[in-house]
């Protein structure tokens, strides 16, 4: 097997992580009390693996149950607080969500606008399942991961503005300015990116 192929499907893991947890997220979307009950039985259902491997070989796996989330990276020594912090948000809040907090680690690295940039990481991702109320959970969270100097995933739903990030990142004029020398007439730009990078 050569480092480009994929790892085979645990066809076990594949079955509880999708239809299994397809099957209780939809009844958390009807029956919204049930999510508490559901998170901890989740928690006791999907198995708990461990791997070492390439990563793209390990980490794309089949997604069939579909959701909203947020992503954001804090700095390696705010990971404890702002995990209880969004614990006791939930608790305190009563929010029908069963999904877990997900989290991970990542060493810093020196890419201008790597959420990792300068400092060991880490991630903490939450999420609600499609069909359910996501914005006044995802109102409520994303303050607490900001207060811990967090950094939010590029990809995944945040609040943040140009202002906002700018300030996050110690190269940010460096890229905007080698951003506009290398492609001056913005063909690599969209919506998104000129919100972000307020072009």
């Known amino acids: 097997m050569t480092s480009d192929t994929p790892t085979p499907v645990n066809k076990f893991n594949l079955m509880m992580e999708n239809r299994v947890f397809h099957m209780l997220s939809e009844c958390c979307r009807i029956f919204p009390r049930l999510s508490s009950s559901i998170s901890r039985l989740s928690g006791r259902l999907i198995p708990t693996v461990s791997e070492v491997n390439y990563s793209h070989r390990i980490f794309p796996t089949p997604r069939l149950v579909r959701f909203q989330e947020m992503e954001y990276n804090v700095p390696t020594e705010e990971f404890i607080d702002a995990l209880l912090e969004i614990r006791d948000c939930i608790k305190r809040r009563?929010?029908?969500?069963h999904f877990p907090v997900e989290c991970r680690f990542v060493r810093a690295d020196n890419i201008w606008l790597s959420p990792a940039s300068g400092r060991d990481s880490a991630y903490l991702a939450v999420h609600m399942y499609q069909g359910m109320p996501y914005r006044e959970f995802f109102d409520a969270i994303e303050p607490i991961l900001q207060r811990h100097k967090g950094r939010p995933h590029w990809g995944k739903m945040h609040t943040m503005t140009a202002e906002q990030l700018s300030a996050l990142y110690p190269r940010w004029d460096d890229f905007c300015?080698?951003?506009?020398?290398?492609?001056?007439?913005?063909?690599?730009?969209?919506?998104?990116?000129?919100?972000?990078?307020?072009?």
């Open 94 to 97: 009563r929010f029908a969500v």
């Open 177 to 199: 300015r080698l951003r506009a020398e290398l492609d001056p007439k913005g063909v690599f730009l969209n919506q998104y990116l000129e919100e972000m990078l307020g072009v």
